[in-house]
């Protein structure tokens, strides 16, 4: 689909708003299944923090995904969504009381533990319960991702998981609790990854680890290997699908599975980034002695990513052919953070035109606030 032809519908509606192309997002869908359906034991579970809209929640749904989750809030979020409970994996640092009673309440999956204290929490109350959780261990590899700082996961300095050193002793208190099924190893090294080497190297990490447990005499039921893939910022229409190819591909090169072993992926900004969009509205063009402003409707409130990771967005004006100009497109939100872009070249902009930010639709809606007291963004999806 090219942008440009939804001019005329985005005029109609009130700025700023989420629009996803459900079109592209099948595409997407279509090509994730194709890419594994010839492959034994491969399961996605798509990574619900990336865009928890209902609409997009229940296509990938109805693809035959399950999901990741990272709170009670998305696990019910899900369940509403039609998501199997048995197909729901749940992960975080720091997992609520209440948040693990209606997780076994539900009888999700698994749950993907952090630390020793986690654990031991999540046997007392499935032990209280009279459950049995099925566990599995988020190891951090101490793989670099090369990706920004804020959003690499696996180093030994990050917060997440628990250190291979201490792999086998988590694993052996795990079988000392009769309320706690060890099922799995859990892994990931971070997010918008577009070099495959990153996922080789936590193959060969995942593939010691394994030699190390199998010498232990311990048995390995699911890898799960997180999510990760990134996608093409810069170029949205040239790269509308990730190169799912590669990227299982690797993992089908160089990951050892043993018999009967499944292989579990949490892919969320590769599945629904690209098919979001934010649209907004310019409503001033400010010039200052150094600098012309494109301010606009939409603000870091709507998509905080600029704001918080430095992201670059594909930024278009949809209203203007005329010549290009260089502009800083910011939003109207009381922060000199609250900016698009800088130095940007737009065709000659003024009051009232369409501007889209481009590949919006993974970690842009989901992170919307109300801050300044402004609404949140609405959605439309095609
Ligand atoms: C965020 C997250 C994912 C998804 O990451 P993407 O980069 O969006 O694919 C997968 N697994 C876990 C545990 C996460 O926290």
């Known amino acids: 689909m090219d942008i440009k032809n939804m001019k005329d519908r985005f005029e109609q509606l009130r700025t700023p708003f ?46 035959g995904f399950g999901a990741d989750c990272v709170s009670g809030g998305e696990i019910r979020t899900c369940l509403e969504n039609g998501f199997r409970a048995d197909t729901i994996v749940f992960a975080g640092v720091g ?30 109350i499935a032990s209280k319960m009279g459950k049995v959780a099925d566990v599995s261990f988020r190891i951090n590899p101490d793989v670099g991702a090369h990706t920004h700082g ?50 080789e190297a936590l193959c060969h990490r995942i593939n010691e680890l394994q ?38 591909g690797t993992y089908a090169r160089h990951l050892k599975l043993r018999p009967g072993q499944q292989l579990h992926f ?20 400010k010039q200052t002695e150094s600098k012309q402003f494109v301010i606009v409707d ?5 998509l905080i990513r600029p704001a918080l990771y430095g992201a670059s967005h594909c930024i278009q004006n949809l209203s203007s052919t005329g010549p290009v100009r260089t502009y800083d497109v910011v939003g109207p939100i009381c922060e000199s953070s609250d900016v698009f872009a800088k130095d940007y070249l737009l065709p000659e902009t003024r009051r009232g035109d369409l501007i889209v930010l481009r590949s919006a639709g993974a970690y842009g809606e989901t992170m919307a606030s109300c801050y300044n007291c402004r609404e949140l963004p609405k959605a439309y999806i095609n």
């Open 95 to 124: 997992k609520a009381d209440w948040e693990i009673e209606l997780a076994l309440e539900a009888g999700i999956q698994c749950f993907n533990v952090e630390s020793i204290p986690e654990l031991e929490v999540i046997a007392g």
């Open 18 to 63: 989420y629009y996803y192309d459900t079109g592209l997002l099948s595409e997407t869908l279509e090509t994730i299944r194709r890419e594994t359906a010839g492959r034994e034991g491969y399961h996605l579970h798509y990574a619900v923090k990336a865009c928890a809209n209902p609409e997009v929640l229940r296509l990938i749904q109805q693809a």
């Open 211 to 248: 030699d190390r447990l199998e010498a232990d005499g311990i048995k390995v039921e699911n890898i799960n290997v997180g999510g990760g893939l990134g996608i093409d910022y810069a170029h949205p229409d040239e790269h509308p699908v990730p190169d799912f190819n590669a990227y299982f």
């Open 298 to 302: 939409a603000g870091m409130t709507d």
């Open 150 to 199: 804020n959003i690499t996961t696996g180093l030994a300095e990050n917060k997440f998981g628990i250190a291979m050193k201490d792999m086998t002793h988590v694993i052996g208190i795990a079988r000392q609790l009769p309320s706690v099924r060890f099922t799995g190893l859990h892994f990931h090294i971070g997010s918008q990854i577009l070099l495959m080497d990153d996922f």
């Open 266 to 285: 949490e892919l969320g900004r590769a599945v629904v980034g690209q098919c979001g969009s934010l649209v907004t509205r310019c409503l001033y063009v």
